[in-house]
């Protein structure tokens, strides 16, 4: 893709750069859209001459630059390297920036798998770990203080209570203390939230859940400014080589371009079901959590933050307890119960059985009785007649 023909795009809205970016027409054939280059190999016009770089797909595969470009374009970053998952994203980050004796902060609340990996994988190679409520500056500061942390790692809304962390004061008391600070924005995606602009130094992504949006890739990214960090990651990229095929970029391209328009309708969508829940009786519901409600402890700060809704998870508590949970989720008939997120279609689940059952018994604990719900973008009508349907039948 030709640095000129992105350079259009660069003081467009999101909408316009999610469809331009990185998709130049092929220059041979004209086709608008980027073909799937499934290619392990390409032809070298003499030893080492190769046709814009291109030498093997581990290393590089037009398909992926494509989505890199397009995603980069997206977020207002100069970098984008994708990845065969969230996880590989993040993994490939942490190993190729930091080293044994290294430390970690992390928040209360993040997704089970990034724990798991820290906890299980990376502590047994000599990176120190800590846990801290994030939404608290004032804490993140003292343990700032208390100990030298490479990383800050922020989630924020988190998965699976929705808290929300200020990342411009985050990023603030990090820098002074010589701290980078990762956020991973998989929740509002780049349609909503730009934690580049507001200070971190590294954006990650499970593209699997708003980017790809349709629940049929497995996908992530590091997204980033920082020169020396992106050769960093992109050298372990290529020599671990947990890299996506050329269909999974496909999908996420196909998926990017229409990021906007879907999460503005699972925003709204979700906002009307958070109101619905939190008006039913409070012996059926006990809490609802999400970032648009003003009941929300972080709702100011969602709404400085988050830019044009509050995305499409909302977690709510039940009064009946962990077994009205199990009830509950079983008898949507349009939610479907299953584990992921930030597709089109409404998924239900109870969390601290499925999603977050790693994180049983340690200082990330969630609520026996939360359910998990990734508002699609179906009817809303008939969305809220199908929680009321499984609410009225527990
Ligand atoms: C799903 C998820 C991940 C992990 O991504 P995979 O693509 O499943 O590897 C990381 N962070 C958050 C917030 C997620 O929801």
Known sequence: MSAAYNAKFTNTAIA????????????????????????????????????????????????????DEQLAAVEGAKYALSFSSGLAAIDVLLRSTIRPGDNILLGNDVYGGTYRLLSKVFVPWGIGLDVVDITDTAAVEAALTAKQYRYVWVETPSNPLLNITDIAA????????????????????????????????????????????????????????????????????????????????????????????????????????????????????????????????????????????????VSVQLAGGAEAAKRFVDRTEIFTLAESLGGVESLIEVPAAMTHASVSGTTLQVPANLVRISVGIENIDDLIADLQQALRAL
Do not use: C
């Open 170 to 313: 985050t990023a603030k008391v990090a820098h002074a203390h010589g701290t980078k600070v990762v956020v991973d924005n998989t929740f509002a995606s780049p349609a909503l939230q730009h934690p580049l602009d507001d200070g971190a130094d590294v954006v990650v992504y499970s593209t699997t859940k708003y980017i790809g949006g349709h629940s049929d890739v497995v996908g992530g990214a590091v997204v980033l400014n920082d020169d020396e960090t992106r050769e960093q990651v992109a050298f372990l990229q290529n020599a671990a080589g947990a890299v996506p095929s050329p269909f999974d970029s496909w999908l996420d391209i196909r998926g990017l371009k229409t990021l906007d328009l879907r999460v503005r309708q699972h925003s709204a969508n979700a906002l009307a079901v958070a109101q619905w829940l939190e008006s039913q009786p409070s012996d059926v519901i006990e809490r609802v959590w999400y970032p648009g409600l003003e009941s929300h402890p972080g709702h100011d700060i969602a709404a400085r933050q988050m830019h044009g809704g509050f995305g499409g998870i």
């Open 16 to 67: 316009t750069r999610a469809i331009h970016a990185g998709q130049e027409p092929d220059p041979t054939t004209g086709a608008v859209v980027t073909p799937i280059y499934a290619t392990s190999t390409f032809k070298q016009d003499g030893v080492l001459g190769l046709r814009g770089g291109h030498d093997y797909s581990r290393s590089i595969n037009p398909t992926r630059t494509s989505f």
